[in-house]
């Protein structure tokens, strides 16, 4: 009884990936809160015209839209810890609670960045997209495809800078595509459409593009879900942070249960500012 009993210094955290939106997205970090607005225009329907001698030039208006971002809050919920802990901990218990408070805040926020409806909460990028191409069967997704997505989406977007442009898919739905295989001769022997980088600090590659993982999406290959975007996010979609995420300490409110409260909260908004800059793939 003599000898304390040991402690490992370290908590042993159970971890969970939930995707990448921040690191994708336009990101806008604001000081306050007022509504944001800024104007959009399409004009890529319309081209020059040839002109014969003596003839008046025709008119053609440009036409603009305005897009606007708000501003969501957010809070990590509360989360109380005794002062005993606090003082007694053979760990930073105070830095533990306020990264965990933290995962919170970004896991909410890249489920509505995905898939936010837009109605009272961010647009997410799945919502606000638009097909590019629908498969032929529910469960099932082919090179083709595959091929097809990239090619719903202009070469403008596709030829940005290649940290730009990317697939997106849930994790289990990419572990179905590496398994497809580039099998036009019918053999069943193609080459695995997976493109695995021989290379230290070069990431793995799909049909030549990037792949992001954002496990808020559809996880399995079936009916009506949409499993696979492509395209230039950066340039398609776009989040308004205010201010950044920020950690209250709540000491006095709990003093008397010799509590110490924590919480984070932050501002946030999102939508998409641009339908041509990525697509979707759709399962029948």
Known sequence: YAVPPGFRDKFVEVMKWYGPMLDEAEL?????G???????????????ALLSENTQISEQDLTFGQKELGGYMYTSKLIRVALQLIQDAGVDAEGFVSRKSGERLGRIHNNHQTVGTGSSQPQGVITGATTG?????GTAITYNEIVDLIHSV??????????????????????YVRKIRDDSGGSGLGR?????SVQVGV????????????????????????TIAFGNFRAGYVVRNINGGQLMRLEERYADYLQVGFFAFGRMDALVQDTSAVKLLVQA
């Open 28 to 32: 806008i970090v604001t000081t306050t």
């Open 203 to 226: 990431p793995d590659s799909l049909l030549g593009y990037r792949v992001v993982v954002n496990n808020h999406m559809a996880s399995t290959v079936a009916t009506t879900n949409k």
């Open 34 to 48: 007022a509504n944001f607005q800024w104007p959009t225009n399409d004009d890529t329907s319309n081209e020059g």
């Open 133 to 137: 191409k629908t498969t032929a069967l």
């Open 154 to 175: 202009d070469v403008a977007y596709r030829q940005a800078p290649p940290t730009d442009v990317a697939f997106m898919l849930h994790d289990l739905v990419l572990a």
């Open 192 to 196: 695995p459409i997976w493109e695995p």
